[in-house]
């Protein structure tokens, strides 16, 4: 499951490059570096579910919030809502 997850990730990005937006890049980036230490979380804690993944990236919206601008975390949420779509259909 932790791969379907990495290949959805992975082609929601080139799309999202192949679309040249600054905002849409800046919040893909950001969220494949989290998306990544999630991953391998999971993979050490042998829960590899979507609830898990939803909950772990979660944590990780709550720190963006503190490190980020009000601007920059909403790009980055809606970002996550967007893959977060993607990786449940």
Excluded: N, P, T
Aim: with cysteine; charged share 30%; hydrophobic share 45%.
């Amino acid at each position: 499951m932790l791969e379907q997850y990495d290949l959805q990730l992975e082609q929601w990005i080139g799309e999202i490059v192949a679309k040249g937006d600054d905002d849409a890049l800046f919040a893909s980036g950001y969220l494949q570096g989290h998306f990544a230490v999630v991953l391998a979380e999971l993979e050490a804690e042998d829960d590899h579910s979507a609830a898990a993944l939803a909950e772990k990236m979660q944590q990780c919206l709550k720190l963006a919030a503190k490190e980020l601008e009000d601007h920059d975390y909403r790009l980055v949420a809606d970002a996550w809502q967007e893959l977060q779509q993607r990786l449940s259909a």
